[in-house]
Every structure is written in C-alpha cells, then in structure tokens.
C-alpha cells in the first residue's frame, strides 16, 4: 500500500524567496509520484509527475521536484515564489498500475511581499 | 479544449433532502472519480467507476451513491444530507491507457446543507 506525509501543513515564504515543500512516500512497489496545486474553491491541477524516467521532473509555473528513492521523497521546488504561488498543494502517490492513488494531507503556500 | 465539468458550482441543500451533483466529461476517460473534500483537508475518495464498472470505498456511507449512464456522464447522488456532508465535491477522470493514470479534476460542487 501507498502512503504519503508532508511536512509542515502550512510554510510561508518572501516574494522572491526559495519555496521547498516536501513530501515523503511509502510504497511496496515502485511509485508514481505527483504534485498538486489547488487554489481557493476550484479543483486540482496538476503540477508535475515522475513516472519513472528522469529522476528531476521539471513542471509548469517554474516548479520542479527530484525523486531521491533513497530518501523516499519528492520535494517541490521553486527558485523563486510569485504571488500566485499562494495555493494549496498535494504530494500523491500511486503504485505504477495506478492503483492505490493516495493524496497526502497538503501544504498550505502563503507567499509574503 | 477538453475538460471535466461539474454541475452546479454551488449547491445548497436542506437537512435530509436528496441531492444530485454533475459531472461530465470530454476527455472521453474510461475512470471517472469523486472525491469529498472538507476544508483544510486532502480529497478523500468516495468511489469510481472502470468504465461500467463500479468500485466503492470500504467506508464510503450507504448514504451516497453513484451513476455513470454513460462515458461523458458521472453522478453522485447523496440520499439523506446531513451537517456533516456539507464539504467540497471533486469529480476527476483518469484513462488507464494514457500516460500514467494522471487524474484530471473538475472544479468541485461546493455542498452547504442547512
């Protein structure tokens, strides 16, 4: 079975600072990993996904996230935060059958000016 | 451009009185999804259909259901509202023959029950 915890419910961050929002896996087989981002009372849109390939998985809006297996994490990075980064993101997992997608309990992004 | 649809946006419903909520979908997917989602918390699955195929989560309550007349259409059907239910609804689709069983959402049903 998949599992997914993130660190820290809630991170802020400066205009123009480093965002790192980290999320850590469980998984008995190999997994996909995914991040989502959602803003306020609309859906999720997808931010990027590792399937296997290369292990640096570039996404929209400047985000990107390394898959480390040793580490058994999927961290999302974004050199630099924009207002409109302000949202809501899940880290989610599911075994490469697609069975058992499994969201993490999600990171509240407030980005300061 | 294709999408997920959900029908209405904003629901308000009375304690106990049935509700229907839409989804439809032009991605032509064969998974349709929904998810309940309350506030400040990750969408918790409820039940999706594999193409006809129905698949309820062990603790998803008796009190919704669920139909799928056709490929573009999905519904969910909460029979006795309560308090308790009122939440953000998530419809999504995935196609298990493209890349990566990626999910694509629609923009929720937000629920109030009085």
């Known amino acids: 079975a998949q599992s997914v915890t993130q660190l820290g419910s809630h991170v802020s961050v400066s205009e123009g600072a480093l965002v790192l929002l980290r999320c850590n896996y469980s998984?008995?087989?190999?997994?996909?990993l995914f991040w989502y981002v959602q803003y306020p009372n609309q859906g999720l849109q997808l931010l990027l996904k590792?399937?296997?390939?290369?292990?640096l998985v570039k996404g929209i809006n400047g985000f990107e996230a390394e898959f480390k297996k040793s580490e058994t994490s999927f961290h999302l990075t974004k050199p630099s935060a924009h207002m409109s980064d302000a949202a809501e993101y899940f880290c989610?997992?599911?075994?490469?059958?697609?069975?058992?997608?499994?969201f993490g309990p999600g990171t509240r992004l407030s980005v300061l000016p | 451009d294709a999408m997920v649809i959900q029908n209405p946006r904003y629901q308000v419903t009375q304690f106990g009185k049935p509700v229907t909520l839409s989804c439809s979908q032009t991605?032509?997917?064969?998974?349709m999804y929904w998810y309940q989602q309350k506030s400040s918390q990750a969408p918790k699955l409820l039940f999706h259909?594999?193409?006809?195929?129905?698949?309820n989560e062990a603790d998803t309550p008796d009190n919704f259901q669920s139909r799928r007349p056709n490929t573009s259409f999905c519904f969910l059907d909460i029979r006795s509202p309560g308090l308790g239910d009122a939440a953000m609804y998530l419809c999504?689709?995935?196609?298990?023959?493209?890349?990566?069983?990626?999910?694509?959402f629609g923009p929720g049903t937000r629920l109030t029950v009085l």
């Open positions: 590792y399937t296997s390939a290369a292990t």
């Open positions: 259909y594999y193409d006809k195929d129905f698949n």
């Open positions: 999504a689709t995935s196609s298990d023959g493209g890349a990566f069983h990626e999910q694509f």
């Open positions: 989610a997992v599911s075994a490469s059958d697609g069975q058992n997608f499994v």
């Open positions: 991605l032509n997917h064969n998974v």
């Open positions: 998984s008995s087989v190999p997994p996909y």
